[in-house]
């Protein structure tokens, strides 16, 4: 039986970022592909209060149909993990795409140092704009084609409206507080994931410690990516993913 295939966007960001490769998605899936906004975001302007990860992702499993294939970018893998574990029964599989279990480094965890985040948080409130554009730079860093990588994603970003206030900030502290290690290592639907070599905010390092949580956990790199690969390494991308539907 096939499922529905429901992409997860990341943090600053809304479902436009799918949008150029939606039509190959939907041509290889065979069935309903579908990009939603994270509470808070684009067209998802009902955000919970308190903001946490846990009322967040129970919003967005109320609109999943069972047995749903997860697809989650970056913040949006952690609300992929978040569900599996939680609502199995939504929940075939997920595929991670440049995304980690945890995002802060810890001692023994390779990632985003405390101090980017909180320079994140702080540049938010005064120059929202200006914080986004420079994530997105992060975003494309290590790709041949960077500028236009970005012109190109701003350009899908800005057909939807811009994210809340609220859901920004609380973002940053999930991805600086959230530690999902044990429910990736217990998840209980299968796991794949695809990765940037070249990621500057999901260190390759920390690819092989997931691996160590997890023995059946299979996943793909590209070389010369970073940390949007369906968007610089776009064929690389398709092809890997069709492996894993």
Not at 65 to 86: C, D, E, V
Not at 108 to 132: C, M, N, Y
Not at 212 to 229: G, N, Q, R, T, W
Request: hydrophobic share 45%; aromatic share 8%.
């Amino acid at each position: 039986m096939q499922n529905e295939l429901v992409l997860l966007h990341g943090w600053g960001m809304n479902q436009g970022v799918w949008q150029l490769i939606l039509p190959e998605l939907q041509f290889m899936h065979n069935d309903t592909v579908r990009s939603v906004d994270l509470p808070g975001y684009g067209n998802n302007q009902t955000s919970p209060k308190p903001y946490t990860l846990h009322a967040a992702a129970l919003q967005l499993s109320n609109q999943l149909q069972p047995n749903t294939t997860l697809m989650g970018w970056s913040l949006g893998g952690l609300f992929a993990l978040y569900i599996a574990k939680h609502w199995p029964e939504k929940v075939a599989k997920v595929i991670l795409v440049a995304a980690t279990p945890l995002f802060a480094e810890g001692d023994d965890w390779p990632g985003i140092k405390a101090s980017v985040l909180a320079a994140f948080k702080e540049q938010l409130v005064t120059h929202r704009e200006k914080t986004i554009d420079r994530f997105l730079a992060i975003q494309a860093m290590g790709s041949e084609n960077a500028r236009d990588d970005i012109k190109q994603l701003k350009q899908l970003l800005n057909e939807f409206p811009a994210p809340q206030e609220c859901a920004l900030t609380a973002g940053l502290d999930i991805l600086k507080q959230d530690d999902l290690r044990d429910a990736f290592a217990c998840c209980p639907v299968p796991i794949r994931a695809v990765f940037g070599r070249l990621d500057a905010l999901v260190p390759y390092r920390a690819v092989t410690k997931m691996k160590a949580l997890k023995h059946d956990f299979e996943y793909e790199v590209i070389d010369k990516a970073s940390h949007a690969p369906f968007i610089s390494h776009k064929k690389e991308f398709l092809s890997t993913v069709k492996s894993m539907l």
